[in-house]
């Protein structure tokens, strides 16, 4: 029995390879497909940290729109700077007034002294367009605001809120010094003050020496309470100093006149 069993089983392995090549097929294939599953984890990782670098970047964005790398420049500007008004809280009442448009406003030498002060108004060309000059006086008295065409005459007053009487004069026909002007007086403690827009002198033209501001300007400025609180407490232009102080069109008639 053991002979034909032997027989019957001696071709059952015919055409196999040998046990050794099949033992190192299996390790080969097993190499190959450990080597397979390494690049898949290799590769998902790596597209497991370019998901998180790009969820950071996005959401970075999002919270933090602007960063100091990319705060603009400011481009070196050609146009006149312009005028300081800190140091000088007329300057600052002015200011905002001619600025911002066609005129710029500067300080004037001799630009100030003891309750007044001067300033030049030039276009966008730095051409001259006048003079503004601006002085406090104490007056305790009621005032008589002057009349041009009648000397000697009271003129009837216009009201400002804060208890401000003023006049305000205009005066175009002489063309060497057209002005815009008023005078206005608090009247509860008697501070007066002048405020006038002359054109540049010596034009002889109407157009070149039309004043930088209106007329109207020249009112609000010169109502203004905050012009009134611009000078200091002891600031006048009379006394000593009244003969440092600006020419005005109409001078403000003084107790002492």
Same mark, same amino acid.
């Given at each position: 029995?053991?002979?034909? %069993?032997?027989?019957?089983?001696?071709?059952?392995? &015919?055409?196999e390879?040998?046990?050794?090549?099949?033992?190192d097929?299996?390790?080969?294939?097993?190499?190959?497909?450990?080597?397979r599953?390494?690049?898949?984890?290799?590769?998902?990782?790596?597209?497991?940290v370019?998901?998180?670098?790009?969820?950071?970047?996005? %959401?970075?964005?999002a919270?933090?729109?602007?960063?100091a790398?990319?705060?603009?420049?400011?481009?070196?500007?050609?146009?006149?700077?312009l005028?300081?008004?800190?140091?000088?809280?007329?300057?600052?009442?002015?200011?905002p007034?001619?600025?911002g448009?066609?005129?710029?406003?500067?300080?004037?030498?001799?630009e100030?002294?003891?309750?007044?002060?001067q300033?030049?108004?030039?276009?966008?060309?730095?051409?001259?367009?006048?003079?503004?000059?601006?002085?406090?006086?104490s007056?305790?008295? &009621?005032?008589?605001f002057?009349?041009?065409a009648?000397?000697?005459?009271?003129?009837?007053?216009?009201?400002?809120?804060?208890?401000?009487?003023?006049?305000?004069? &205009?005066? &175009?026909?002489?063309?060497?010094?057209?002005?815009h002007?008023?005078? =206005?007086?608090?009247?509860?403690?008697?501070?007066?003050?002048?405020?006038?827009?002359t054109?540049e002198?010596?034009a002889?033209?109407?157009?070149?020496?039309?004043?930088? %501001?209106t007329? =109207?300007?020249?009112?609000?400025?010169?109502?203004d309470?905050?012009?009134?609180?611009?000078f200091?407490?002891?600031?006048?232009?009379?006394?000593?100093s009244?003969?440092?102080?600006?020419?005005?069109?109409?001078?403000?008639?003084l107790?002492?006149?």
């Amino acid at each position: 029995m053991s002979v034909q %069993l032997n027989r019957l089983l001696e071709h059952v392995l &015919d055409g196999e390879p040998e046990l050794g090549d099949e033992i190192d097929a299996v390790f080969r294939r097993a190499d190959r497909l450990r080597r397979r599953r390494t690049r898949v984890l290799v590769a998902a990782g790596v597209a497991a940290v370019a998901v998180i670098v790009a969820t950071g970047y996005a %959401l970075t964005t999002a919270l933090m729109p602007t960063t100091a790398g990319s705060t603009p420049v400011a481009a070196p500007s050609s146009a006149p700077p312009l005028p300081s008004a800190v140091a000088d809280p007329v300057l600052a009442l002015i200011a905002p007034i001619v600025d911002g448009g066609k005129l710029h406003i500067y300080p004037r030498p001799p630009e100030r002294g003891s309750g007044w002060r001067q300033y030049s108004v030039v276009d966008k060309d730095g051409k001259p367009r006048g003079t503004v000059e601006v002085a406090v006086y104490s007056v305790a008295e &009621d005032l008589c605001f002057p009349v041009l065409a009648a000397p000697g005459k009271c003129a009837h007053t216009e009201w400002a809120p804060a208890g401000i009487e003023y006049v305000r004069y &205009d005066d &175009d026909r002489d063309l060497d010094w057209q002005v815009h002007q008023t005078i =206005a007086r608090r009247i509860t403690d008697g501070r007066t003050v002048a405020v006038m827009a002359t054109g540049e002198r010596g034009a002889d033209n109407a157009p070149w020496g039309k004043p930088g %501001l209106t007329g =109207a300007q020249i009112e609000q400025v010169a109502t203004d309470r905050r012009l009134f609180n611009a000078f200091g407490a002891a600031e006048q232009c009379s006394g000593p100093s009244s003969g440092a102080c600006p020419a005005f069109k109409v001078p403000v008639p003084l107790p002492a006149d």
